[in-house]
């Protein structure tokens, strides 16, 4: 198994321990600053697995399959906590998991076409503002300056994935077209 795919494999396993840190009320004030570490950590292996896939050519096809699962595991694992803590609105997760659902749907009928969609820049831009929205909100400082912070990074999120979708429907509409 290659560095690549092994910074994936520790990105999936960072996951129960992320939620635990940040769901736990055991770690005396703390928890968030591990889960924070830990989410950063797993964020951080998200980037450098694929620059070292594409640099040392190193791509494989466990690689193409569980690093996009193991982003949206993470991602969609902080959300839901965040909805647990009251920190972010339940439609606003379901908006974006529906997007990884609906994206994931699309991937799976043009790989059965024989067809290969790559992540748009949309969709990468997606990502990192999901990842700093993330990030903000669970840091969750009380000034008022940051809560307006996490409401920007929030909304802007929010906007991206909706914009990453269309893109990408638009862009891939004929994979949804039958076979003749």
């Known amino acids: 198994m290659n560095l690549p795919n092994k910074l994936t494999i520790l990105r999936v396993i960072l996951i129960p321990f992320f939620v635990v840190f940040l769901m736990v009320p055991y770690f005396d004030g703390y928890g ?12 951080l292996t998200d980037m450098l697995d694929g620059k070292i896939a594409r640099k040392y050519n190193l791509v494989t096809n466990f690689g193409k399959f569980m690093d996009p699962l ?6 969609c694992s902080a959300l839901i906590c965040l909805i647990e803590s009251g920190k972010l609105a339940s439609w606003i997760v379901i908006v974006i998991i529906a997007r990884e659902f609906i994206i994931s749907g699309f991937r799976l ?27 903000v909100l669970i ?9 307006i912070l996490g409401a920007v990074l929030t909304y802007l999120a929010l ?17 949804l077209k039958e076979q003749k």
């Open 139 to 147: 840091l969750d400082l009380p000034h008022p300056a940051f809560r």
């Open 159 to 175: 906007i991206l994935t909706v914009v990453s979708l269309i893109d990408y429907v638009v862009k891939n509409k004929d994979v």
């Open 109 to 135: 009928v043009a790989s059965d076409n024989g067809v290969v969609i790559a992540a748009s820049y949309w969709g990468k831009f997606k990502t990192v503002s999901q990842m700093f929205m993330v990030m």
């Open 32 to 43: 968030n600053y591990i889960a924070l570490a830990i989410f950063i950590a797993a964020s």
């Open 70 to 75: 193991a982003d949206k595991l993470l991602v």
